[in-house]
Structures are given as C-alpha cells and as structure tokens.
C-alpha cells in the first residue's frame, strides 16, 4: 500500500527528536552515553516496588525492571512490554500481515495521534452515527468535516458505506462537491460507546472489502474488545487485514485498571512510525512506572493468565448486564426501546412519550430527580437533538439500577403527560 496518501502535511512535516533516536543506544551495557541528558537515578528515593493482588500474591517487582521504569525510555514504551503484547496479538488476532506496536498513554493518546496523522485540515472522515464523544471533541480542533455512516443492531449499514463513497462528492452530506473523498473510517467494533452495539463478523467483513475497494483505512477503537460477553469473542478488522489497512486500538483500561492509562496501537510499520514520531515530541514516552506494573504482572500470569482474566471481567459485565436488562424491563417497558448490548458497559436508551430533545430532559429535569444520564447529542456527529440517553451498567448495584431507573420513569412519565402521549406498561 502506498501510505503517504494516508499521511496529513502536519504528519508529514514532524522529524525524529535528535536525543530521541539515540533512545534505543542508552540501555546497551557496552556502550558509554555522554549525549543524552538522562537524571542520575542515584539521586531518586524509590528503592523498589511491591505489588499485592486481590488474590493476597505479592509481585516484589524486578530491580532493574524498576530501575529502568524510573529514567526516561523508548517513545515505543518498554521492550518487555512492547514485546508481551505483539505476542498478545499475535496469539489473539493471528494479523495476516507484518505489523509494528507502539504504547501510549491510554487508547486516547494514540487514538488522537491517529487521528491527527491522517487528517489534513478540510478533509472529511468517515464516523459513525452515534459515535464516542471523546472522539469527536477531539475532531473538532482538527477541522475537519464529519461524513457519517448509518448504523443498526449489527453495526455498520455496508449500504450506506458504500452508497457514501461511491457516489462522492454527491454523498456528502456536507454538501461540498470539491472536497477529497474520505480516506479514514474510524469505528467502535465491539460493545460502541454510546450504544452498546458490536458488529457481527458478517458486517465487518462486509465493510472491511469496502474500505478495501475505495482505499480507505480502518481506525479500529475496540476498547472493549475483551468485554464480549460470547462463548467466544468476534474476530477484529485487525485479524482479517490482508491489505495493511487497519489501525488498532486497545486499551488496559477497561480490564486492567483506567488510572494507569496504558494503551497500545497496532498497524503498519509506517503510520506506526509517523505516531511514534508525535510522541517522541510531545510527551516522550508513556509513564514508565505504569508499564513496569503491567508487566510485572503479564509476566506473571503469562498470556494463558491474562485471557483467564479478561473471561471474568466479561462474566462480571455480563452479570451486570442481565441485572440492568431485568430492571429495564420493569421500569422502562412502554418508556423506551432498546436493544440488548453483547459486549461492553452501555445501553443506548430511545425515549418515548413524545421526547424529542433528551439533552433538555436530562439537564432540566432528570437532575431535579437525582438521576443522571448521558444526552444522546454528546454523541452526534452534528450535535442534532434527539430522544436517545446512553446509561451504563458496569459502575451500580442492582438495587441502584431498580432505584435510579424508576426516578427516571417518573421523568418520562411527567413528560408523556405534557406531550399529551399515553405510556403503555402493559408488557411490564
């Protein structure tokens, strides 16, 4: 494939740090560094580190591991590490094709690095509708104009993918005739931030032959990729690109902990590098303490250890999900319509009764009754009103759910009233 297509002017202007590159030379033990203006670590008070589980193990962390996690480091994160999860994919996904791995700072980082390198100012980029709002806040300071693609149950409307990019620029719902065909999909394959929704593998091979026909690169955020709550997880974009076309997202996050804001990307050597190239003049590196506390740990379990794990977090969010889905079904029959999320923390929620604008109802009168809900507008790529709220599962009791889901059927009832619309509870 040629990249270069794929590669913004910004991307493309940014050099490798001079010190920066030395990076890879400094933890050689033949080799004697006056350049790099590294802090002697004789001066640092940390000794060393103890890490205790749940379980009651004690992980006493290696001492030049955490020796090492306390000086600056490679911009690609730990080797260790770094090496762990291109194993981790490796055994996961099986890509069909070579692929580099870099570190960041939580998905977000390199989600907005992502971001960042492919998109010139003016250009459009694929998204879908909804779409996570971190994302599109985000996209926003990047000036760029949202083209987005139907979804349904299953993810991804292939139709409308492709009626989009067939029929550019007449498609564009921007309205612009002389704007440059979308070279980027960014998606939420698995369990989508707001609605809950995972593509099946029908679907996404569906819009993966696509992305293929018109060049288009796959952003493949999939946070919640180890929150599928099957007897066996749907295979990624990543796992079927034969092509060289997707980037991948993953996050420690939602599986590990969200404060040590560990992620990695995943892709070709070539956008890889352009993103490794931004961190390198930017933040440097991920935080090394975080990544030594990872591993530490992968290290321990092994991979076999770590996909134990991800099975009972996704038991626990499937648990809670069945929970929430019961006490929907109670208070919000004849209120809302939903689907049933596979994966993931999220239930996008229709309202009825009439509603139309939930961001009103949210802010001016599910407040009022202590009870608090996402506006479906966060997630819009333009910011239309909307009947829709995302409400998550992963963080109440039950007894939370059944209390905070009745305050807000007393909402929607109040609202049905003034609309002059009749709640029928009658399958409650």
């Not at 998606?187 to 293929?212: D, F, H, M, W």
């Not at 590990?256 to 804001?261: A, F």
């Not at 790529?381 to 998550?392: A, D, L």
Request: hydrophobic share 35%; glycine share 6%; proline share 6%.
């Amino acid at each position: 494939m040629d990249y270069s297509k794929h590669i913004s002017e910004h991307s493309k202007a940014r050099n490798p740090s001079a010190i920066r590159a030395l990076m890879p030379y400094l933890n050689r033990k033949d080799m004697i560094s006056l350049g790099a203006g590294q802090p002697n670590p004789a001066t640092f008070p940390f000794a060393g580190l103890t890490l205790t589980l749940k379980t009651g193990e004690k992980i006493d962390m290696d001492g030049a591991l955490f020796n090492r996690a306390l000086s600056y480091d490679l911009s690609t994160g730990q080797p260790l590490l770094n090496e762990w999860l291109c194993e981790l994919q490796r055994k996961e996904h099986n890509p069909p094709v070579k692929f580099d791995l870099a570190i960041g700072s939580g998905s977000q980082d390199l989600l907005t690095k992502a971001l960042e390198m492919m998109i010139n100012e003016g250009d459009a980029i694929l998204v879908e509708t909804p779409t996570y709002t971190g994302a599109l806040s985000f996209l926003e300071t990047l000036k760029c104009d949202l083209s987005d693609v139907a979804t349904d149950e299953h993810g991804i409307i292939p139709e409308s993918l492709e009626n989009m990019l067939a029929n550019w620029p007449e498609s564009n719902p921007n309205g612009k005739k002389d704007q440059p065909r979308p070279h980027c999909l960014y998606t939420i394959p698995s369990g989508g931030n707001p609605t809950g929704v995972s593509a099946s593998l029908e679907r996404k091979q569906a819009v993966y032959k696509i992305c293929s026909k018109y060049d288009v690169i796959i952003l493949e955020d999939d946070a919640y990729y180890y929150l599928q709550f099957g007897e066996k997880r749907t295979p990624s974009y990543f796992s079927m690109d034969v092509d060289g076309r997707v980037l991948r997202c993953d996050s420690m996050s939602k599986i590990l902990s969200s404060g040590l804001r560990l992620g990695w990307i995943t892709g070709p050597q070539p956008l890889i590098e352009r993103i490794t190239m931004h961190t390198m003049v930017t933040n440097l590196q991920p935080s090394g303490v975080p990544q030594a506390m990872t591993y530490a740990l992968l290290e321990k379990w092994g991979h076999d250890g770590f996909f134990a794990h991800v099975q009972r977090v996704a038991d626990f969010y499937r648990e809670k999900r069945d929970q929430f889905v019961e006490s929907l079904q109670r208070y919000m029959t004849g209120r809302a319509e939903w689907t049933v999320p596979h994966a993931g923390m999220f239930v996008w929620l229709r309202l009825l009764g009439g509603i139309t604008d939930s961001y009103d109802l949210v802010m001016q009168k599910a407040l009022k009754e202590n009870v608090l809900a996402i506006p479906g507008l966060a997630f819009m790529p333009h910011k239309t009103k909307n009947e829709y709220i995302r409400v998550s599962f992963s963080n109440v009791t039950k007894e939370e759910m059944d209390e905070a889901l009745r305050r807000l059927a007393v909402v929607v009832d109040r609202e049905a009233v003034l609309n002059g619309v009749k709640i029928n509870t009658n399958d409650a």
